[in-house]
């Protein structure tokens, strides 16, 4: 096994898969979520963003836009692969809304100790996007 600092976004999220199998659903489930959030509240988030950031609001919305193609098209085979779920998910830029969703998700109390502890060694504690919505 490589070392966490030499492996990239897709082979950290296929040990975390790999690790905690029976929670791929929950973890599917909680990223389409998210966009479902993000689309919801659209309008007021592009309202708000700055202009002169690194991640300006169409490139957030082109990653959440490519995560529903990939939940759309893949979906429950993404619950039973830990393989899919971290190639189609995790890769290249769009590991960086995934890793923001794991990051959220592991702040809710539906996730256990263990998982939450998995995620922010794996993916870190720090979210690309802070933004505290009225649903939250």
């Known amino acids: 096994m490589k070392a966490l600092k030499e492996m990239n976004n897709v082979e950290k999220a296929y040990l975390l898969a790999k690790l905690f199998p029976d929670k791929l659903k929950e973890l599917t489930l909680f990223v389409q979520q998210e966009t479902e959030r993000f689309r919801e509240h659209e309008q007021y988030m592009r309202g708000i963003w700055e202009d002169k950031t690194l991640v300006t609001a169409n490139f957030w919305y082109a990653l959440v836009a490519t995560t529903e193609k990939v939940i759309e098209r893949q979906n429950v085979m993404l619950h039973k692969s830990p393989r899919l779920f971290s190639d189609q998910l995790f890769d290249g830029l769009n590991a960086i809304f995934l890793t ?8 809710t109390q539906e996730c256990e100790p263990k998982l939450k502890q998995a995620i922010h060694l794996l993916f870190g504690e720090e979210k690309m996007i802070v933004i505290t919505l009225k649903d939250k």
């Open 100 to 107: 923001n969703s794991l990051i959220e998700y592991a702040e």
